[in-house]
């Protein structure tokens, strides 16, 4: 198995439990032919996802190539594709974009870059399935509230069905309605374009209107969305970082040394739209706190007051 496989095979980790499975299987020769084929197979297979004519002569001799005087079968390679569909990842032959769905109630998550979004009742935001690699993509039908984590060289963009937001770190609410769409930018700066290939350009505290233009003026706070603030008084760390978590229905922020007593210190804080980055915000502001994003999970670590 060569470089560029094992990268795309280490990509697909989902959780700590699939990376110890995976990092196993790619210290054994065996199972490094084994995927290597599973590899050949998504080669072949990409031009359906990317809606290209399929040949599948040609594929047969991708694999048949790969698997020539090897001492595994196809059917062992085809093995090592239930074991990839066992251990959770997506085998992606036609589309492995994710896509969330919020409800009738809002629904809370964060993305592996560690952007924190809330989707707003009957609204879904799709992840394009090579998000993180270059840019940032996702689409979104709906309405939201984006605290976008900062990357200047992967630019976030959000894809409507009338305009498109490009970001690369900063706070904002989406409302899409039949005659437009509505930009509200909290802090930061982020270019809209719309079906006219019109752009404009709001910084912080400014509202976008866009429609067949992009009009642009000052926000008007009374007129943001009613959202649904958690309000930290008097509780501990610990106690804080379980009701986000139960928010967000997993274990999003880890406190690490779990018996340190710091952690049961009392926090004064409100969290605007339960938001776990405007948490760790807070946190980073009072104190003395390492965090860690890896796959959008925090890790806390090493807290000190100043």
Known sequence: MNDKQKTYWLKKIKNDADEKILKDILMSEEDQDMFSGVYDIHLAAKELKDWKEFDKISAWDT?????????????????????????GFTV???????????????????????????????????????F???????????????NISKN??????????????????????????????KVDLLKGKVEIENNADKKAIITDKETAFITEKVE???????????SKDLFLNDISIKEAVSKLNDIYGKKIIILKDAENELWIKPIHMTVKNSSIREFINGLELIFNVKIVNSKGKFTVSSLKMR
Do not use: C, W
């Open 216 to 226: 642009v003026e000052k926000l008007d706070d009374s007129k943001l969305p009613l």
């Open 152 to 181: 200047e060289n992967k630019p976030f963009i959000i894809e409507m069905h009338q305009a498109k937001i490009k970001v690369l770190g900063t706070v904002f609410y989406v409302d899409q309605m039949d005659k437009g769409v």
């Open 132 to 146: 993180n690699d270059h840019q940032r993509r996702v689409e979104l039908k709906g309405d939201g509230y984006f």
């Open 63 to 87: 694999i048949s190539r790969n698997t020539s005087g090897n001492r595994f079968s196809v059917v062992r390679y085809l093995s090592a594709a239930v074991v990839v569909l066992i251990i």
């Open 92 to 130: 992606f032959f036609i589309n492995s974009n994710e896509s969330y769905i919020a409800g009738d109630v809002e629904k809370h998550l964060v993305l592996e870059d560690g952007s924190d979004i809330v989707l707003y009742p009957h609204s879904e935001l799709v992840v394009s399935n090579d």
